[in-house]
């Protein structure tokens, strides 16, 4: 995700953001509504300055663009549903 940080699925709806030469979390990105959670890892992508990010669900998946320094969804409405 850029020199010294990698992101990492930890769970069905969890990314962290490590840095490799200590080991510490950066940041942590949860997804909500985790009764909808189909069980697979997250998929995260960096693309340039992105990091985008796919959570799969019983009904289909959500796509977040997420803020590379602190994990937060940068768009307003929130992640959109691709069933």
Same mark, same amino acid.
Do not use: C
């Given at each position: 995700?850029?020199?010294? /940080? ?9 990314v962290r953001l490590l840095?490799?030469?200590?080991? /510490? ?8 509504g985790e009764a909808s ?14 990091? @985008?990010?796919? @959570?799969? /669900? ?6 977040? /663009? ?9 768009w307003p409405e929130g ?5």
């Amino acid at each position: 995700v850029g020199s010294s /940080r990698i992101a990492v699925s930890d769970g069905p709806g969890t990314v962290r953001l490590l840095d490799p030469e200590t080991g /510490r979390v950066k940041w942590t990105h949860e997804a909500t509504g985790e009764a909808s959670l189909a069980g697979d890892p997250p998929q995260v992508r960096a693309w340039g300055k992105n990091v @985008v990010l796919a @959570v799969r /669900r019983n009904h289909g998946v959500e796509l977040d /663009r997420l803020d590379p320094n602190g994990g937060k969804s940068v768009w307003p409405e929130g992640p959109a549903f691709l069933d």
